[in-house]
């Protein structure tokens, strides 16, 4: 008995079974296919047998039952996050911010809110996707270091920081690792940024900043560069310090 070469099935054709030729016909005659079918939906007996077909009572419930079922009410949900509705949405936020600030500051929906995110289940998945992204996404990871280095340091200073942390560095995420990425060494590298191999450093550091104008001028992102993390270490708060291999080569 012969089989189907492909899956083993009942042989039908050219070595193969009915599904397996029937699928290798419609790849290599797909055109041929689409092309027929066009001009068989543009007769005008096959157009008007279709909108009487539309009219009558029998297409309606057999569309009903469609879309009383399960997959079908899913799939709706799932084009709520089309484009469409996100700019819809988005729109509806920025026209009703004030609306809606004053609602989440009611005590009963901050209250509501804040028992919903003290969860330890919504903290450990919070937590688990945070995690993920530091490793993983490196603007989420240049973020969130000079946004934690920011704020702790203006901290320690007794500081209020009054403005967003890329407003004070003076530039966004993607074009400060543009101007980070081009003043890598011949070695180094992002992934070595995400292991925390390499450090985001301040040439001038922020130690020696006395006033709150000194602290806005440091954090700019021109004062920025990368440093292995045994050079950041061992430069510490120095405004002097320079590699060794610069020292080398100047001493050679």
């Known amino acids: 008995m012969k089989m189907c070469r492909i899956c083993g099935g009942e042989h ?42 539309h009219r009558s009572d029998g297409y309606k419930k057999v569309k009903k039952k469609y879309e009383n079922k399960l997959e079908v009410k899913l799939m709706r949900k799932t084009r709520q996050s089309s484009k469409k509705y996100v700019n819809y949405y988005a729109n509806y936020r920025e026209k009703n911010r004030y609306e809606l600030r004053g609602y989440h500051q009611e005590p009963k929906n901050k209250n509501r809110r804040k028992g919903l995110n003290s969860t330890s289940e919504f903290k450990n998945r919070r937590n688990t996707l945070r995690r993920y992204k530091m490793k993983n996404d490196i603007i989420f990871n240049l973020s969130c270091k000079m946004r934690c280095r920011t704020r702790c340091f203006l901290r320690t200073k007794n500081m209020q920081k009054n403005n967003k942390t890329f407003k004070i560095i003076g530039c966004t995420p993607q074009e400060l ?74 001493t050679v």
Request: include cysteine; charge should be positive; aromatic fraction near 10%.
């Open 12 to 53: 039908h054709s050219k070595g193969m079974c009915r599904k397996c030729y029937n699928k290798q016909y419609y790849n290599s005659h797909h055109e041929e296919i689409l092309q027929q079918k066009k001009e068989y939906d543009s007769r005008p007996k096959v157009v008007e047998r279709r909108k009487k077909y």
């Open 177 to 250: 690792k543009i101007y980070i990425e081009k003043q890598f060494l011949s070695d180094m590298s992002w992934v070595n940024v995400l292991n925390g191999k390499i450090h985001i450093d301040h040439i001038i550091p922020l130690s020696s900043a006395k006033t709150e104008a000194d602290v806005y001028r440091l954090c700019h992102y021109t004062n920025l560069q990368p440093l292995w993390a045994e050079d950041n270490i061992s430069k510490n708060c120095s405004l002097d310090w320079v590699r060794e291999e610069i020292e080398q080569t100047i």
